[in-house]
Each structure stands twice: as structure tokens, then as C-alpha cells.
């Protein structure tokens, strides 16, 4: 979910050419399937068209220093550094987030709450790519 509102924003802001935008797990559940159905639903109901595919992270993803690389959750933290180490631009998605009351994504799977969990990551994401574009002065 958070990939394609992220990629929406960057290219509703023409600055596709600036950002690569991707989106990977911690574990290898569901690779190379589509997201959940109820991801794809509020995606499109919010006009987002999103077509990605479940990955895992590997080491050249956390290779560069530069990268942001944005977990949802406590739990997605300590998997990353304990595979990979300490990154300096490792963050949960809701630090960035302006109107949020908790620091980890729910996952609606769980759950049926896509639309709370769109709106908890939509507000991420804006306060994330504000935050990139004042740092890298985007």
C-alpha cells in the first residue's frame, strides 16, 4: 500500500525522474504475489493504480546509505537490523506521520481495516516525502 501512494505523490508532484520508489518484505511470505485484494480496493477507490508484486529485501537493497528504507512497524526494525546492521536512514513509516496516535502500521489483513490503515500510511507518506524534499532539496 505504502509503495503505491508514495509512487502516486512523487508522480503527482512530476518528480518521477528523482525517486525510485519500491516496496519489499522482511520475509519471504507471499513472494511474487499481488497485494491483498483489500489493499488493491482502497488504492483504487483513492484513484491509485498499483500493480507491484511481494519481494524480499536483499543486501543491495541496504548497500547504499543514501536510500531511505521505511519499515511499518517495530517488529519490521529489529528484522532489518538483524539481518543487516544499523542503516542511517532506517525509519517507521509513522515518525514522519503529522496526525497519527501510534508509531507501527497495523496490517489489515488481519483485521478487514484497509481504510483506517490507508489513511495511518497516506499520512506517512506525505510526512516522508516532505521530508525527503527538504533534505535533499527536491
Given amino acids: ?35 491483498h485484494s483489500g489493499t488493491r480496493r482502497v488504492l483504487a477507490k483513492n484513484g491509485i493504480t498499483y500493480h507491484g508484486r511481494a519481494r524480499r529485501i536483499k543486501p543491495s537493497d541496504m548497500a547504499d546509505e543514501k536510500t531511505y528504507v521505511i519499515a511499518m512497524d517495530e517488529s519490521n526494525m529489529v528484522d532489518l537490523r538483524e539481518q543487516y546492521g544499523d542503516h542511517p536512514r532506517l525509519y517507521r ?13 497495523p496490517d489489515p489483513y488481519y483485521n478487514g481495516n484497509f481504510e483506517h490503515v490507508y489513511g495511518l500510511v497516506r499520512d506517512g507518506c506525505q510526512g516522508l516525502f516532505s521530508t525527503i524534499r527538504q533534505q535533499e532539496g527536491i
Fill in 1 to 35: 500500500m505504502a509503495e503505491g501512494i508514495f509512487q502516486q505523490m512523487v508522480d503527482d508532484a512530476g518528480l518521477s525522474e528523482q525517486f525510485e520508489v519500491d516496496s519489499a518484505g522482511t520475509s519471504s511470505w507471499h513472494i511474487g504475489e499481488r497485494a
Fill in 93 to 105: 513509516l509513522l515518525d514522519f506521520a503529522s496526525n497519527s496516535p501510534v508509531l507501527d502500521v
